[in-house]
T-cell receptor, first 112, second 115 residues
Framework: GESVGLHLPTLSVQEGDNSIINCAYSNSASDYFIWYKQESGKGPQFIIDIRSNMDKRQGQRVTVLLNKTVKHLSLQIAATQPGDSAVYFCAEMKGYGNKLVFGAGTILRVKS | GAVVSQHPSWVICKSGTSVKIECRSLDFQATTMFWYRQFPKQSLMLMATSNEGSKATYEQGVEKDKFLINHASLTLSTLTVTSAHPEDSSFYIC???????????FGEGSWLTVV
């Protein structure tokens, strides 16, 4: 199968600070990207998405940046809260309605 | 909003037996469903893509005879793990698309433990 991850890296931040989670995607032909949050024992939860014709998109407290030149995505979370603690995955898709391939993931730990 | 439901949420089975996991789209017609497997502290690995009324497309390295996928209706796909072994113990997650805007919805996952 695709996108088999190794042990996930961990990002520890202080409550109230901003978090930046990075992701390298694999397929230069991918044209749609999604960030997901996954809490322990649950399915992925949609956070924000971006299409390849954009390089930045903002949501509530979150911003996604896309750099197609180096195949890099980042998720910025403003004023990180304890409830943001989870595993974060980027996912890529080529073409609409096609399979979604997940990146390796990052554990975000928020310290109070 | 649209909801994808998986059943059972968790299951324990004996080695050598088969177990079925259901994935249902509750308020939209899912033309395509996807099955993922996730081992502890790892990413989601796509196993197969399932289109209603046709055979599933399996990812490289996934045994189609071991992981039987059926998508007989627009609201239900099933994954059957045949002759389960302890190494099949994992978190199985489905997703479905086909609603408004072709949004992808994920189920809450099913824990399988093979003893």
């Amino acid at each position: 199968g695709e996108s088999v991850g190794l042990h996930l890296p961990t990002l520890s931040v202080q409550e109230g600070d901003n978090s930046i989670i990075n992701c390298a995607y694999s397929n230069s032909a991918s044209d749609y990207f999604i960030w997901y949050k996954q809490e322990s024992g649950k399915g992925p939860q949609f956070i924000i998405d971006i299409r390849s014709n954009m390089d930045k998109r903002q949501g509530q407290r979150v911003t996604v940046l896309l750099n197609k030149t180096v195949k890099h995505l980042s998720l910025q979370i403003a004023a990180t809260q304890p409830g943001d603690s989870a595993v974060y995955f980027c996912a890529e898709m080529k073409g609409y309605g096609n399979k979604l391939v997940f990146g390796a993931g990052t554990i975000l730990r928020v310290k109070s | 909003g649209a909801v994808v439901s998986q059943h059972p949420s968790w299951v324990i089975c004996k080695s050598g037996t088969s177990v079925k996991i259901e994935c249902r789209s509750l308020d939209f017609q899912a033309t395509t469903m996807f099955w993922y497997r996730q081992f502890p502290k790892q990413s989601l690995m796509l196993m197969a893509t399932s289109n209603e009324g046709s055979k599933a497309t399996y990812e490289q390295g996934v045994e189609k005879d071991k992981f039987l996928i059926n998508h007989a209706s627009l609201t239900l796909s099933t994954l059957t793990v045949t002759s389960a072994h302890p190494e099949d113990s994992s978190f199985y997650i489905c997703s479905a698309t086909g609603g408004v805007g072709n949004t992808i919805y994920f189920g809450e996952g099913s824990w399988l433990t093979v003893v």
